[in-house]
């Protein structure tokens, strides 16, 4: 059974720092491109992070570029999301997902050439991790 699943939300004060998890089951992840989301409350979930399978490029919202990393450890079948100075803002559920192909094209990246909040296609999606900045 095909599943990813998220980890490493939780509740953290303005400026800190979280590093959410997405693991892979039932195939393996080398191969495909896989994307973060988040939709806060009363809003569109939007993409916050690629990278491919092909090379490795990463690509960022603007609202997150400098304070969020994305990375991969195909030897854990793991995607990782490292979250620094974090803001109220960033507060939302954070989901990953792929659409089953290498590269970053249709997870709403202005970075990776779509169009603001495109995104389409995903094949499979994690059921989120909830991640609350707040003082």
């Known amino acids: 059974q095909v599943q990813l699943v998220e980890s490493g939300g939780g509740l953290v004060q303005p400026g800190g720092s979280l590093r959410l998890s997405c693991a892979a089951s039932?195939?393996?992840?080398?191969?495909?491109?896989i994307g973060w989301f988040r939709q806060a409350p009363g809003k569109e979930r939007e993409g916050v992070s690629c990278i491919s399978s092909s090379d490795g490029s990463t690509y960022y919202a603007d609202s997150v570029k400098g304070r969020f990393t994305i990375s991969r450890d195909n030897a854990k079948n793991t995607v990782y999301l490292q979250m620094n100075s974090l803001k109220p803002e960033d507060t939302a559920v954070y989901y990953c997902?792929?659409?089953?192909?290498?590269?970053?094209?249709?997870?709403?990246?202005?970075?990776?050439?779509?169009?603001?909040?495109?995104?389409?296609?995903?094949?499979?999606w994690g059921k989120g991790t909830l991640v609350t900045v707040s003082s």
């Open positions: 039932g195939f393996t992840l080398d191969y495909y491109a």
């Open positions: 997902a792929t659409r089953g192909l290498y590269y970053c094209s249709g997870y709403g990246l202005l970075s990776a050439g779509d169009g603001h909040g495109d995104f389409y296609g995903m094949d499979y």
